[in-house]
């Protein structure tokens, strides 16, 4: 028999537990066919001699923002500043390239980093020569506006609005700082969008070649086609468009965002839905790309202070955050989606947000029961002991984000205190209770590379360099594991991908070592080599094969 690709001489963790280990693989349309022996008498149109190189699954992203990630590679750059003037400089030479009326994008901006400051509003109106200027905060949870955004979106300094799940943030004086929070964003973001699909394409293009060099074969896009986080009403179809034109390197699975979704009439008889029109749900696709769970905000970030919180944040008496929307109107839509047969993705990052979430999936559990792609609750950034059973219980993954530890850990746990810390990014504590452990990066929020985040899970040291909840930390191989299987289960597609096996997808990545086989401070620096995603090659350093 003649197959696609054999690769000989490598050194294959399969992720199985049946046959963990081989030197040699066969692919035939897309799929492992043959490992070892299997493959004696077999010729193959392509033969790798992978020279030693560690083999392993593809890594699997299953919870980051790839449209968005894409237009920040587009968009001016502000992850690198060290300083409010280093800000107004990068403004000033975007301005000096974007033409007079037009607006000045920039994206990366952390506040925590500079120490939970903002740009003046003024300065920024000097730096843009008065252009309409928005900066996307890398949280995704707020943004800011100069003098002439702010007077675009309709934000008069002498009459602020109050939001719902929004707020103006104001300075001592009642003037509006330029910075929105949550759904303020949308003042803005209303002119701004909707994107030309185009310029999506281009975005997935960007996004997706960039995921393939580090290894990356399947991610999932945590929230398109609406709400503040979405680019255009059509971004479903920029993404058919894209796989089409063979701009994707990676498979694809999409949540459409909660607002994107519509009530479908139906016969009396039947529960209330919600859902596109003609019917589409949750698994729609194929295994390049697929519609995931439908994506709902509950609360925002800790980093802005906006997730809700049961008790007060430190330091700021009788506050603690609130949620996006009434939750009656939430909770309504969840169960209409669920009896749709959308399978629920509840982002919840405070601990009252993610008492919420588990309720509003339990109710939809008894009422539908459990979907084949699973539920989930993205972030859940502070989880009580008592929360972490009910998780158990229902068999609710809760979405991680290990680089979010030494990106911003103590800008987590500044604002929640030491205790509520100790129950922040749990990873060790969901293996222990029987819960499926995934990787995520919310990229572009941190840093996506899975490696980083491999070498975060086992580590979990902060930004200063400081224990975050070592009791949390888990093995090498229990981070690998979660960056290949955990994460196809929490997926849903565990039958198709996340091993090395006779009949799995023939996803994989080529690294000079094995995780396991070097100091863990240097998981994140080991070698990319080579990506495949169905055996055909999305990155390759010339010298492999």
């Known amino acids: 028999m003649i197959v696609d690709l054999i690769v000989r001489n490598a050194r294959i963790d399969t992720r199985d537990a049946e046959r963990p280990e081989a030197s040699a693989l066969a692919v035939l349309d897309g799929r492992v066919v043959a490992l070892d022996e299997q493959l004696d008498g077999l010729e193959a149109r392509e033969t790798i001699d992978a020279g030693g190189l560690a083999l392993l699954p593809g890594f699997n992203d299953v919870h980051a923002h790839s449209v968005w990630f894409g237009t920040t590679l587009m968009d001016a750059d502000l992850s690198a500043v060290t300083s409010l003037d280093d800000i107004y400089r990068v403004i000033e030479a975007q301005a000096q390239t974007t033409e007079a009326g037009a607006w000045v994008v920039a994206a990366g901006y952390n506040p925590v980093l500079l120490g939970s400051t903002h740009p003046d509003r003024d300065r920024l109106d000097a730096a843009s020569g008065g252009r309409p200027v928005w900066i996307k905060h890398a949280s995704g949870h707020s943004g800011q506006a100069s003098t002439a955004g702010l007077a675009l979106a309709g934000v008069d300094d002498r009459d602020v609005p109050a939001l719902e799940g929004g707020v103006i943030r104001v300075d001592d004086a009642g003037r509006p700082t330029g910075v929105l929070e949550e759904r303020a964003m949308t003042l803005v973001q209303d002119i701004l ?6 310029t999506i394409e281009r975005a997935l293009a960007l996004a997706t070649e960039h995921y393939a060099r580090e290894g990356l074969t399947s991610v999932t896009d945590a929230g398109v086609a609406g709400g503040w986080i979405g680019h255009a009403p059509a971004e ?6 894209a796989r089409d034109a063979g701009l994707l390197r990676t498979r694809m699975q999409v949540m459409p965002v909660m607002d994107a979704l519509q009530a479908i009439p139906g016969h009396a008889d039947e529960a209330a839905r919600r859902g596109f029109g003609a019917g589409m749900r949750t698994g729609w696709g194929d295994d390049w790309l697929q519609l995931g769970p439908v994506k709902v905000f509950t609360d925002g970030s800790i980093l802005g202070r906006t997730a809700q919180m049961r008790e007060d944040y430190e330091g700021c008496p009788g506050y603690h955050g609130y949620l996006q929307d009434d939750p009656e109107i939430m909770r309504t839509r969840v169960l209409e989606a669920a009896a749709a047969g959308w399978s629920l993705a509840l982002h919840a990052v405070g601990d009252a947000a993610l008492d919420f979430a588990l309720d509003a999936i339990e109710e939809a559990i008894r009422a539908n029961g459990t979907p084949s792609v699973p539920n989930r609750v993205e972030h859940g ?12 219980a229902l068999q609710v993954a809760c979405v991680v984000q290990p680089s979010f530890i030494p990106s911003f850990g103590e800008g987590i746990r500044g604002p929640v205190g030491q205790q509520r810390g100790e129950w922040s990014i749990r990873a060790r504590s969901q293996l222990d209770a029987g819960l499926p452990l995934a990787f995520s990066s919310d990229r572009p929020v941190a840093p996506g590379a899975p490696l980083l985040g491999i070498q975060s899970f086992v580590e979990r040291r902060s930004e200063e360099g400081l224990d975050y909840g070592a009791h949390e ?11 290949t299987v955990g ?15 006779p009949g799995q997808l023939a996803d994989m990545v080529l690294l000079d070592a094995h995780p396991r086989e ?19 090659f999305t990155h390759r350093d010339a010298d492999v094969g």
Do not use: C, F, N, W
């Not at 969008?193 to 185009?198: D, W």
């Open 236 to 241: 479903l179809a920029a993404y058919q468009s």
């Open 473 to 483: 930390r888990i093995s090498v191989d229990e981070a690998v594991h979660a960056a």
């Open 518 to 536: 070097v100091a863990v401070s240097d998981i994140h620096a080991i070698p990319v080599r080579a990506t495949l995603a169905g055996g055909a």
């Open 193 to 198: 969008l909707p994107y030309p699909l185009a």
């Open 381 to 392: 950034m502070v989880v009580r002991p008592d929360q972490l059973e009910r998780l158990a």
């Open 487 to 501: 994460s196809s289960e929490v997926t849903g597609q565990q039958a198709r991908k996340g091993r090395l096996a």
